[in-house]
C-alpha cells in the first residue's frame, strides 16, 4: 500500500537540489497558506515565548519558520541517496574532537541534541570523528517507535544512513550497561527538548518565558556510566547549509552537581533559539502539560537549589 509513496520520496531524493527546494517552496504555500497546519499552535507559542516582540516581529518568525519547517522535510527525505561528501559540505562540525577524547580517555559520552535546524542531519557527525581508530566504538541516538510500521522502518533508514545505531528509548540503560561490560565506549544522542514523562517532572526551569520540565534521563544515565558531555550547537547559514559545534559540557557527569547538565543544556538551548527563533520545532506542544517552578527557586541559582534538591 505505501510502495508509491516510497517510490515518490525516492524519486524526490534523487532531484538536484534546486529541484529539491522548488518542492519545498510548493509544499510551504500549501502547508502555511492553504492547510493552515498547527498555525494556531504556532502563534501562541512565539506571543507567549517572547512577548517583547511586536506582530510584525512575529509574523516574520512564522513564516520563516514555516519556510524552514518545510525545506526540513525535503532535506529529510534527500538522505535517501545523499552522499558523504554533499553531506559533509552541508553540514559542517566544529570540534567533533571532543568524542575521539572521550573514547581516548576510555568513557562514554552522552551528546544532548534538540529539534532544531535539521536534527536528522546531526547524525552525520559519524563523518567528522576517528572511526577508523575507534572501530569498536558504537554512535548511537535514541529514539521512540512510530505506531505505523512502513514509516518507522522509513525513518530508521534515514537516521541510520551515517552507520549510526537507533536504540529504543526503553533499553537505553541497559544497552550502555551491556556495551560498557564489553568495553565498547558509545557516542549516545539524546533529544531532550520534549516534555518528558508524568514520572520524570522534578527538573522544572524558567525558560522561554515558561515553567518547563526537562528530561532528566540524559543525566541519570550518563552520571550512572560516568560519562562525558556534549551539546550539539547547531546554527542554520543558509538554505540547506548548517554547521554544528560540540560544546563540552562535562569530562564526568558524576562529578558534577545534580541537574547541572541538564540546566547547562537548557540555558544552551534557549540562546541558540533566542539568536535564530524560526529554527526550533514551533508546531510542537512542548506546554501542553502545566508544570510550576518549586518554591525557592530563582533563575540565578538555580544549578545550586537543583544539586541540593531532593527530587533531583
Not at 492553504?34 to 502563534?43: A, E, M, P, S, T
Amino acid at each position: 500500500m505505501y510502495a508509491p509513496l516510497g517510490w515518490a520520496l525516492h524519486a524526490l531524493a534523487m532531484m538536484p537540489w534546486w529541484m529539491v527546494y522548488a518542492h519545498a517552496s510548493v509544499l510551504y504555500f500549501v502547508v502555511y497558506h492553504l492547510i493552515g497546519y498547527r498555525k494556531k499552535v504556532v502563534r501562541n507559542n512565539l506571543a507567549e515565548c517572547f512577548p517583547e516582540k511586536d506582530d510584525l516581529e512575529r509574523k516574520a518568525i512564522e513564516k520563516e519558520f514555516y519556510h524552514h519547517f518545510t525545506d526540513y522535510f525535503v532535506e529529510t527525505i534527500k538522505l535517501l541517496h545523499i552522499s558523504d561528501e554533499q553531506m559533509r559540505e552541508r553540514m559542517v562540525f566544529h570540534n567533533a574532537h571532543v568524542i575521539d577524547e572521550a573514547f581516548d580517555a576510555g568513557q562514554s559520552i552522552v551528546l544532548y541534541a534538540a529539534h532544531y535546524g535539521n536534527w536528522e542531519w546531526v547524525t552525520s557527525v559519524t563523518l567528522w570523528f576517528n572511526s577508523e581508530h575507534h572501530s569498536n566504538a558504537v554512535q548511537g541516538q535514541v529514539y521512540q517507535p512510530l505506531e505505523n510500521q512502513w514509516f518507522n522502518q522509513f525513518f530508521l533508514k534515514l537516521r541510520e544512513r551515517f552507520h549510526t545505531v537507533c536504540i529504543r528509548q526503553r533499553a537505553i540503560l541497559r544497552e550502555m550497561i551491556t556495551c560498557e561490560r564489553q568495553q565498547r565506549h558509545l557516542a549516545i544522542g539524546f533529544i531532550t527538548d520534549q516534555h518528558p514523562l508524568s514520572n520524570d517532572e522534578g527538573h522544572v526551569l524558567d525558560f522561554l518565558h515558561h515553567p518547563t520540565a526537562f528530561i532528566t534521563g540524559p543525566e541519570a544515565i550518563g552520571r550512572k556510566l560516568h560519562c562525558r558531555a556534549a551539546y550539539f550547537d547547531v546554527k542554520k547559514l543558509s538554505r540547506g547549509h548548517y554547521e554544528c559545534t560540540l560544546v563540552p559540557l562535562s569530562n564526568d557527569i558524576a562529578a558534577e552537581p545534580r541537574g547541572s547538565i541538564t540546566t547547562r543544556y537548557a540555558r544552551l538551548l534557549e540562546q541558540r533559539i533566542t539568536e535564530q527563533p524560526a529554527y526550533w520545532l514551533w508546531t510542537h506542544k512542548r506546554w501542553k502539560r502545566p508544570v510550576t517552578l518549586p518554591d525557592g527557586y530563582t533563575r540565578a541559582g538555580e544549578i545550586n537549589f537543583y544539586a541540593n534538591h531532593k527530587n533531583t
